[in-house]
């Protein structure tokens, strides 16, 4: 097991290195950089023409570039007519675009082997402070939901496939479509209105993860005030989220009912219970252990967007969706790398996992 762990961490590298390739060609590949986008600033934002680069921001000084006719001088950049050519090559080394790409993406996965992400360009934080900041809600919102999701989906789905077409089974089942069929934004919506002042009741609150005098509650009070602001959004997740792991759950253990170990399990005497958690249960959750990872992800960093800004959320979904509209790429491949490293460790994780509820699986003798 050792030196099957050792492989899949020198995996990590390549594989690492590879995505970061794809998405840094991507971006830059596509139009309106930052560039482009402080130079919409500037020309929407009656910016004093007299104002010059100084760092990473604006100060006035001296006839630095105006709006003026620089001739036929051509750009590469939309907007930028009639700026002077000495100002753009000035934003495009501030921005770092002064070097060529393949010399940019070095100096950055350089800076990246040292958690070096650099200062976002438009937020004047830099993107370790960002993300740090941000992490609290996402990693709020990601663990309560991937937990109620587990413990609602299992017991359920073995239910299910204990009473497999039963009364219970066939109402579940109805439960389990509507579920799966209507998006989490839907169901947070329908929260709102419902209970957090949309149009009926006002029980629950619409912004945030704790209230303002969070700090003067007793620990009691700190606890419950928590709760009550994550009511609506993890129940919005978890409506939306518990249907397709109940069926892989339910298909799962219907599959392992039908085996001939089960049936000589029984045979030999074995209780329900017995047959169904000391035999079943180890072989037919291995499935739903090797989707955690995906599904921690997926609630983390893409699936709660919509739910953060619906509830104004500070997370890292919605700083992630603002730092690519905004092109702020220091932020957008600082999360990406950081988020890509974890969901490459907990894949590696769910491997671990896979041994531990069933001993017979020996990774390092199937690599072999």
Same mark, same amino acid.
């Given at each position: 097991?050792?030196? +099957?762990?050792?492989? &899949?961490?020198?995996?990590?590298?390549?594989?690492?290195? *590879?995505?970061?390739?794809?998405?840094?060609?991507?971006?830059?590949?596509? /139009?309106?950089? /930052?560039?482009?986008?402080?130079?919409?600033?500037?020309?929407?934002?009656?910016?004093?023409?007299?104002?010059?680069?100084?760092?990473?921001?604006?100060?006035?000084?001296?006839?630095?570039?105006?709006?003026?006719?620089? !001739?036929? #001088?051509?750009?590469?950049?939309?907007?930028?007519?009639?700026?002077?050519?000495?100002?753009?090559?000035?934003?495009?080394?501030? +921005?770092?675009?002064?070097?060529?790409?393949?010399?940019?993406?070095?100096?950055?996965?350089?800076?990246?082997?040292?958690?070096?992400?650099?200062? $976002? =360009?438009?937020?004047?934080?830099?993107?370790?402070?960002?993300?740090?900041?941000?992490?609290?809600?996402? @990693?709020?919102? !990601?663990?309560?939901?991937?937990? %109620?999701? +587990?413990?609602?989906?299992?017991?359920?789905?073995?239910?299910?496939?204990?009473?497999?077409? $039963?009364?219970?089974? #066939?109402?579940?089942?109805? #439960?389990?479509?509507?579920? =799966?069929?209507?998006?989490?934004?839907?169901?947070?919506?329908?929260?709102?209105?419902? %209970?957090?002042? !949309?149009?009926?009741?006002?029980?629950? /609150?619409?912004?945030?993860?704790?209230?303002?005098?969070?700090?003067?509650?007793?620990?009691? *009070?700190?606890?419950?005030?928590? %709760?009550?602001?994550?009511?609506?959004?993890?129940?919005?997740?978890?409506?939306? *989220?518990?249907?397709?792991?109940?069926?892989?759950?339910?298909?799962?253990?219907?599959?392992? @009912?039908?085996?001939? =170990?089960?049936?000589?399990?029984?045979?030999?005497?074995?209780?329900?219970?017995?047959?169904?958690?000391?035999?079943? %249960?180890?072989?037919?959750?291995?499935?739903?252990?090797?989707?955690? /990872?995906?599904?921690?992800?997926? @609630?983390?960093?893409?699936?709660?967007?919509?739910?953060?800004?619906?509830?104004?959320?500070?997370?890292?979904?919605?700083? *992630?969706?603002?730092?690519?509209?905004?092109?702020? +790429?220091?932020?957008?491949?600082?999360?990406? =790398?950081?988020?890509?490293?974890?969901?490459?460790?907990?894949? @590696?994780?769910?491997?671990?996992?896979?041994?531990?509820?069933?001993? &017979?699986?020996?990774?390092?003798?199937?690599?072999?």
């Amino acid at each position: 097991m050792i030196s +099957y762990l050792i492989r &899949r961490l020198l995996l990590v590298i390549p594989t690492l290195l *590879g995505i970061m390739v794809i998405n840094f060609a991507i971006i830059q590949a596509g /139009p309106g950089g /930052p560039v482009e986008q402080m130079i919409a600033k500037i020309r929407g934002a009656d910016v004093d023409p007299t104002a010059r680069i100084s760092g990473g921001g604006m100060e006035v000084g001296a006839d630095s570039f105006g709006f003026e006719d620089f !001739g036929d #001088v051509s750009s590469k950049y939309r907007g930028a007519q009639g700026l002077d050519p000495e100002f753009i090559a000035e934003l495009e080394k501030m +921005y770092g675009f002064d070097k060529p790409p393949l010399e940019r993406f070095l100096i950055m996965m350089k800076n990246y082997l040292t958690f070096d992400f650099g200062d $976002s =360009y438009f937020k004047d934080r830099t993107v370790l402070q960002l993300i740090i900041e941000k992490m609290p809600v996402s @990693i709020s919102i !990601g663990l309560w939901t991937t937990l %109620f999701v +587990y413990l609602i989906s299992i017991p359920l789905g073995i239910r299910k496939a204990v009473h497999d077409g $039963s009364h219970f089974d #066939v109402w579940t089942s109805a #439960v389990v479509i509507i579920g =799966y069929a209507i998006p989490s934004f839907l169901f947070a919506i329908l929260l709102v209105i419902l %209970f957090a002042g !949309g149009s009926f009741w006002s029980i629950f /609150p619409l912004q945030g993860i704790v209230s303002d005098d969070w700090h003067d509650l007793t620990l009691m *009070g700190k606890i419950l005030d928590y %709760f009550w602001h994550m009511a609506l959004p993890i129940a919005a997740l978890v409506i939306s *989220g518990f249907a397709t792991l109940t069926l892989l759950t339910k298909n799962m253990f219907l599959e392992e @009912i039908n085996k001939q =170990y089960v049936v000589t399990a029984r045979a030999k005497g074995l209780t329900e219970h017995a047959v169904l958690f000391g035999h079943i %249960f180890r072989n037919a959750m291995l499935l739903i252990v090797a989707g955690l /990872p995906a599904a921690m992800i997926s @609630i983390f960093f893409t699936g709660s967007l919509l739910i953060e800004v619906i509830f104004s959320l500070d997370g890292l979904g919605l700083l *992630g969706f603002e730092s690519a509209i905004n092109r702020d +790429y220091p932020v957008v491949f600082g999360a990406l =790398y950081i988020f890509t490293l974890l969901g490459l460790f907990l894949h @590696i994780a769910s491997d671990i996992a896979y041994t531990f509820i069933d001993p &017979r699986i020996d990774f390092e003798r199937r690599a072999g």
